[in-house]
């Protein structure tokens, strides 16, 4: 037996070089260049662990960050809120990868991306107004808020503060309107009793309120038809309750959140600030003073003759951004008569109303006009709040009149700066004004024109009723559905409304006039 000991060979690698050519030191040279190739290999493998380790240490740390600050906010997030529908395009975008993203184009981007909104929120400014899942959520809007907050401070247990919002909002005002009829009433609007009258709200003669007072005059008079009780938010409240149960009008004053909005409203150029230079809203323009709304007609109702063939849009719908309208709105009177050209300003915050708002909604109106924000506590302005279709906003130059119409729902109305006049009717005044057939686009508008009434082709517009009231800042209208209004900008004016479901109450009477 062979008892020398037999070398071994060293294991052939699968990184292993060629040997070359044969020398005597070949051997050493290759078992050389074996080990560095396997430490090279031994690096690469453990740095690709690190790799590994790290992506799911980040992974792991990003899936707790958002855990705690779920269960934060639900700790000391907003209370009872309502969750709107997304919009069927904002679902699509979520259920994606954004592809302009490189950082999203997986399951790890998307949560990195994650993250990062959420730890954008940690130490926000949220004001006293925010809804968790509603409005403007942007930094950009808190700063803005946290600005005028630090401001004008608020504390509802301040007198102070309350007094000091309330005599800004009454320096507004720079006129008072007084009861023409007064002594022929059987109550008194600033003094109403706990449930109306069977006669409530009075109304006269439409030809009295429009001789008094012509529509194409903006210039106030002091002595108006007014039928509507005005109730003291602080004071009438359980009052105005009733009046709003029953389902008739009203105008609400002094209520703190509205004051409050009023008075930011009203600060040199926060509008400016919150609306932005760019941004381009709905506007309409007309050739004149009057505004329609209107949808384009249907080849049937052409057909049938509900529509005329040469109709043309009483007004057209373009874009604009605020500044450029301001300019156009903002000028003396002798540029601001019926026959001038007018604009009229549209704002949108979409809220739950999905795919058919507006592509430039303004969701920061839910955080400007809290008390229309669709909480189930708030059944003064919002009746049903899962019905709610929004805020609209409505910007009105002197001098502009939406003509007559009923809408098909209730409506809250609120003044947030100027002056506006509005001549309201019962629902059972339908047949007496006149209005565009159903198929009609402008159907449930009044077809006269109130400025110059035609009073032989629409006789029975001669027998209409009606009452008047003029809003001013702060002021609230409770419009309930089916009522009729006619408006007239006074001044440079600020409007907001929002609608929270039907009410069938006047139904029979909107159906008897064939709608």
């Known amino acids: 037996m062979n008892t020398e000991a037999k070398k071994r060979r060293p294991k052939k690698s699968s990184l292993s070089v060629p040997n070359g050519n044969s020398n005597g030191n070949s051997s050493s040279m290759e078992d050389k260049k074996l080990r560095r190739l396997r430490r090279k290999q031994n690096t690469q493998v453990m740095r690709k662990q690190k790799q590994q380790a790290l992506i799911q240490g980040i992974i792991g740390g990003a899936v707790l960050v958002i855990i705690i600050l779920t269960v934060l906010d639900k700790i000391f997030g907003e209370g009872e809120t309502a969750r709107p529908k997304l919009p069927k395009n904002i679902k699509k975008k979520i259920m994606r990868p954004d592809l302009d993203n490189p950082s999203m184009d997986d399951g790890i981007g998307n949560t990195f991306q994650n993250m990062k909104n959420q730890l954008k929120r940690i130490g926000q400014y949220k004001h006293s107004d925010y809804m968790k899942n509603m409005g403007d959520h942007s930094p950009a809007y808190a700063r803005l808020r946290q600005e005028y907050d630090e401001k004008l401070p608020y504390d509802a247990s301040d007198p102070l503060s309350k007094q000091r919002i309330q005599n800004f909002v009454s320096s507004l005002h720079k006129r008072s309107y007084k009861n023409m009829m007064k002594q022929e009433m059987s109550y008194d609007i600033y003094n109403c009793p706990e449930f109306p009258l069977p006669e409530y709200p009075a109304a006269w003669n439409i030809k009295d309120v429009l001789d008094n007072w012509a529509p194409n005059d903006a ?297």
């Open 219 to 515: 210039t106030p008079r002091e002595y108006i038809y007014q039928g509507l009780c005005v109730f003291d938010y602080e004071k009438d409240y359980e009052k105005a309750l009733a009046y709003r149960a029953a389902e008739v009008p009203f105008v609400m004053r002094n209520d703190p959140r509205i004051l409050r909005t009023v008075e930011r409203w009203n600060q040199p150029h926060y509008i400016e600030k919150l609306l932005g230079d760019h941004t381009r809203y709905r506007t309409e323009y007309s050739p004149n003073n009057h505004f329609m709304y209107w949808m384009k007609p249907k080849k049937k109702a052409i057909k049938e003759g509900i529509v005329e063939k040469d109709w043309k849009p009483p007004t057209d719908m373009i874009r604009m951004p605020y500044k450029e309208w301001l300019g156009h709105a903002n000028v003396t009177d002798d540029k601001l008569g019926p026959d001038h050209e007018h604009w009229y300003f549209r704002l949108i915050g979409c809220g739950g109303m999905g795919r058919d708002c507006d592509k430039d909604s303004s969701e920061y109106l839910f955080d400007e006009l809290p008390f229309f924000q669709p909480r189930s506590n708030n059944p003064l302005y919002m009746v049903d709040p899962k019905k709610q279709k929004g805020i609209h906003c409505r910007f009105g130059m002197k001098g502009v009149i939406a003509e007559n119409h009923f809408d098909g729902s209730r409506n809250s109305i609120v003044l947030l700066g100027g002056e506006r006049r509005y001549i309201l009717s019962h629902p059972d005044q339908c047949e007496n004004l006149s209005l565009f057939p159903r198929g009609h686009p402008s159907a449930r508008h009044s077809a006269v024109d109130w400025s110059n009434p035609d009073w032989a082709k629409f006789p029975k517009f001669s027998l209409a009723e009606v009452n008047e009231v003029v809003l001013q800042a702060g002021d609230l209208l409770y419009l309930p559905t089916n009522w009729f209004h006619f408006i007239i900008s006074l001044e440079l004016n600020f409007q907001c409304n929002t609608r929270s479901g039907v009410e069938e109450k006047y139904m029979g009477a909107i159906s008897d006039c064939g709608f």
